[in-house]
Each structure stands twice: as C-alpha cells, then as structure tokens.
C-alpha cells in the first residue's frame, strides 16, 4: 500500500508529465522555424521549386499561337447615353488571331454628380462573337464616376486563330450608360398648368 495520500501521489505523477509536455511543445515550435530554412536548402540543393531565379530564355521565346500569315481590321465604336463623354483612343487597330492586344477607352462624368454606368458591348459581324475574347475590360463591371471625374479604362483582347477567313474586319461597339438616372419629377395634380 502507497503511503503518499492521492492528492500527492496526482503532483507527483503530473509534474513530470507537465515538463515533458512543454519540452515537446518547445520542440514542436522550434522544429516549425527550422523548416523554412531547411526547406529553402533542400530546394537549393535539388533546384527544384526555384521562385527566386528567371528563365533568361524566356525573353527569346516568341508566342506560337500568333498566326503572322492574317491580319484582321478591328474597329472601335463608342456610344454614350445620358451626360457621358466616351470614345476610343483608337479608331481602328491590325491584329493577328492569337495576338494579345490593349486598347484604351476614355469615359467623362459630365455632371456635376456621381454616377454609375455600365457599358454593354456589341459585335459585327455577328459570327465574330464567339472568336473576340475579351480577358480584361470595364464592360466586366459596373464603373463610378465622381463627378467631373475622367478615366482610361482598358481592354485586353485576342482574336482566335479559329475565325473564319473570310472575316477581315471586325466592329466592337459599346454602348455606355448611366445605370442611376435621377427619376423624373411627377407632374402636380393639385396644381395643374
């Protein structure tokens, strides 16, 4: 029979359980910074998961995917409806499917208000719809302008190497308008005129 009275005997037997706890979570902790440099040297050694060095061959490399051999004439409209300015900075552009291109558009709040508008976008011929990729471009989202506020909005496009060869000129028109328009004031039935 133990001659230690429970409560004793319990410290006795957490104390060391306690400092063995704490020296693992130490370990623990400290092995967690140890693997950032020791995963930097692994990968150093291997040369694998290199985010630090550039490829210096990559400036030579040239886009496959560029047809060189066809040109297409796209053309940029712009229509505002309301108190906008908006208009292209470029009338037209010559682009070969598969080449990545930007073109700039230039919205006005002419108001003395804030506004938001949204531009829509159209194509013609219709059939070049589904051959104009957009991968960047303000029609994405609804756009707010202070009042008098000015902006130069992109839109990045890539005619692809599918369109049919018979189109030569392609029409992007957008339509840009104002999505907040003030409701008019109702007529006064008291007082008619």
Do not use: W
């Amino acid at each position: 029979m133990s001659t230690q009275p429970p409560a004793e005997a319990d410290r006795s037997f957490n104390r060391p359980m306690l400092i063995k706890l704490v020296v693992v979570a130490f370990l623990m902790f400290g092995f967690g910074f140890a693997l950032v440099p020791m995963y930097r040297a692994i990968c150093q050694v291997t040369g694998i998961n290199n985010l630090v060095q550039r490829d210096t061959t990559l400036r030579d490399a040239k886009n496959t995917q560029v047809d060189m051999a066809r040109t297409i004439s796209v053309e940029f409209d712009a229509n505002a409806r309301g108190p906008l300015g908006f208009m292209p900075e470029q009338r037209s552009l010559d682009v070969h499917p598969g080449e990545v291109m930007t073109v700039m558009y230039d919205v006005s709040n002419q108001q003395d208000r804030t506004v938001q508008a949204q531009a829509i976008p159209s194509y013609a011929p219709r059939e070049a719809t589904e051959y104009f990729r957009k991968i960047e471009c303000f029609c994405f989202t609804q756009q707010t302008l202070q009042a008098h506020e000015s902006k130069r909005m992109p839109v990045v496009f890539v005619v692809d190497k599918k369109l049919p060869k018979d189109v030569k000129t392609i029409t992007l028109s957008y339509t840009f308008f104002e999505l907040n328009t003030p409701a008019p004031a109702a007529a006064d039935t008291k007082n008619p005129a």
